[in-house]
T-cell receptor
Framework: DGGITQSPKYLFRKEGQNVTLSCEQNLNHDAMYWYRQDPGQGLRLIYYSQIVNDFQKGDIAEGYSVSREKKESFPLTVTSAQKNPTAFYLC???????????FGQGTRLTVV | DAKTTQPNSMESNEEEPVHLPCNHSTISGTDYIHWYRQLPSQGPEYVIHGLTSNVNNRMASLAIAEDRKSSTLILHRATLRDAAVYYCILVGGSQGNLIFGKGTKLSVKP
């Protein structure tokens, strides 16, 4: 079945460590997105990519980095520069504007 | 910034219709109107989308104003499982961004 997969579901890291969140899709979608969601809040765009080897900053890119070396994969690295990294992270993909976007089930990152 | 405006919360009774409004006065001619909903601790789920004409699917209906500056998501018979946060977003332009606002939290009473 086609879909988008985020892993792991829960992640714990010590403060000061970089951590990479995985996002894989087998929907052949060109566009992929990363969001951050804090408790009781909406989704805020971190980075997005419309095509392989290209990506753009969203509203809250500071302290995060991404790569898009393959169409299927769009990993997000939360760096030690991110001051408040504990949050729920969501990945999405979309084929074009006239089709639905698909979301992963999210990764809950806790930094202690 | 989000390009849509929605009420923070709405309540409905089970098995009654629900009309969720969305204002998008700065919509451009190429923007599609998408609706998603999100349950706690889950990723958003697609509900419906449209460009100019009203749309129906198995989950809901989407009514789009003639000037396209507003739209309404219609759940014909609300169930307890429809309790969620509903997001109305505009998708378009050369970048096709998915920019979310704060959404409407729908509560359904038995």
């Amino acid at each position: 079945d086609g879909g988008i997969t985020q892993s792991p579901k829960y992640l714990f890291r010590k403060e000061g460590q970089n951590v990479t969140l995985s996002c894989e899709q087998n929907l052949n979608h060109d566009a992929m997105y990363w969001y951050r969601q804090d408790p009781g809040q909406g989704l805020r765009l971190i980075y997005y990519s419309q095509i392989v080897n290209d990506f753009q900053k969203g509203d809250i890119a500071e302290g995060y980095s991404v790569s898009r070396e393959k169409k299927e994969s769009f990993p997000l690295t939360v760096t030690s520069a991110q001051k408040n990294p504990t949050a729920f992270y969501l990945c999405a993909s979309m084929g074009n504007m006239n089709t639905e976007a698909f979301f992963g089930q999210g990764t809950r990152l806790t930094v202690v | 910034d989000a390009k849509t405006t929605q009420p923070n919360s709405m309540e409905s009774n089970e098995e009654e219709p629900v009309h969720l409004p969305c204002n998008h006065s700065t919509i451009s001619g190429t923007d599609y109107i998408h609706w998603y909903r999100q349950l706690p601790s889950q990723g958003p789920e697609y509900v419906i989308h449209g460009l100019t004409s009203n749309v129906n699917n198995r989950m809901a209906s989407l009514a789009i104003a003639e000037d396209r500056k507003s739209s309404t998501l219609i759940l014909h018979r609300a169930t307890l499982r429809d309790a969620a946060v509903y997001y109305c977003i505009l998708v378009g332009g050369s970048q096709g961004n998915l920019i979310f606002g704060k959404g409407t939290k729908l509560s359904v009473k038995p």
